[in-house]
């Protein structure tokens, strides 16, 4: 007798077993599509949106821009525009045609500064520079007034994803008569964390005052680019000044970038630029 039960049961089981191996994958996936279908879900993606922004390297932002600014012959300074004009064949550089610097018309994305915040930007950007002996300490802060600001991009456009935002920041020439002296002349900051790359300075220094190599030390530093090798050439016609001092980064790939340090005498103009 319990035997006949326990047969029973058995077979009961494998019935069942049966039953539910043919119906009940049908079953449910009726009810997952029940739970998922005409319901709205959500779900939390860590990092959502993160790494839309190719991130470029101090030395390879340095290469760009200084790329981009051969591409295009506006003065970087009155005192530069005015050199230039005395030797203009040979200092002029043709376009070229796969780097872009363009006036950036959108306004400030959420990760830049802003045309309210730039020029507090640039002064705590100069008194870090002054700290560090790179500027002299008499250089007077910048007044909104004074100066003109403009956002710019730097792209190479056979690699869109390469590219900076800077602001020129400019002593403006609506201001008849503006005293100059002691004042930042023309600056070129990075629009992400406003660093300077290029400055140019009205000082009552004279270039034997001042240590070009340790400048030069204490801005890459400032800048995170490296130590630089001398730029050595025979060529002199480099500047249109005899004050100055080349040197030598890493750029982008075999590439290099070129700074100087320099200095135009009689106006008492020390300026930092990059590669043209």
Not at 6 to 11: I, M, N, R, S, V
Not at 114 to 133: S, V, W
Not at 210 to 226: C, Q, R
Request: aromatic share 12%.
């Amino acid at each position: 007798m319990k035997f006949g039960l326990k047969a029973t049961g058995l077979l009961l089981f494998a019935g069942f077993s049966m039953a539910l191996s043919i119906w009940g994958p049908e079953a449910l996936a009726k009810y997952q599509d029940n739970s998922i279908l005409n319901k709205v879900h959500t779900e939390t993606v860590e990092g959502a949106g993160a790494g839309y922004r190719y991130r470029l390297n101090a030395n390879e932002k340095l290469y760009i821009l200084s790329r981009c600014l051969n591409s295009q012959t506006l003065p970087e300074s009155e005192s530069n525009a005015m050199t230039r004009l005395e030797g203009e064949g040979a200092t002029y550089q043709e376009p070229e045609g796969s780097y872009a610097f363009v006036m950036n018309y959108r306004n400030p994305s959420g990760e830049e500064i802003t045309d309210e915040q730039i020029y507090e930007t640039c002064n705590n950007a100069l008194a870090f520079l002054k700290e560090a002996g790179i500027l002299p300490r008499e250089i007077r802060e910048v007044e909104q007034d004074l100066y003109d600001a403009t956002l710019y991009s730097a792209i190479d456009i056979l690699e869109p994803r390469n590219n900076i935002a800077v602001w020129k920041l400019s002593l403006s020439d609506s201001r008849e008569n503006a005293d100059k002296g002691n004042r930042l002349i023309d600056a070129y900051i990075d629009a992400d964390d406003g660093k300077i790359y290029e400055f140019y300075i009205r000082t009552s220094l004279l270039w034997e005052d001042i240590d070009a190599d340790a400048v030069m030390d204490a801005w890459s530093a400032y800048m995170g680019l490296g130590s630089p090798s001398a730029y050595e050439s025979d060529n002199p016609l480099l500047e249109t000044t005899p004050y100055y001092r080349k040197y030598v980064f890493p750029g982008m790939g075999e590439e290099r970038t070129i700074v100087t340090v320099g200095f135009y005498e009689g106006i008492n103009e020390l300026f930092l630029k990059i590669s043209r």
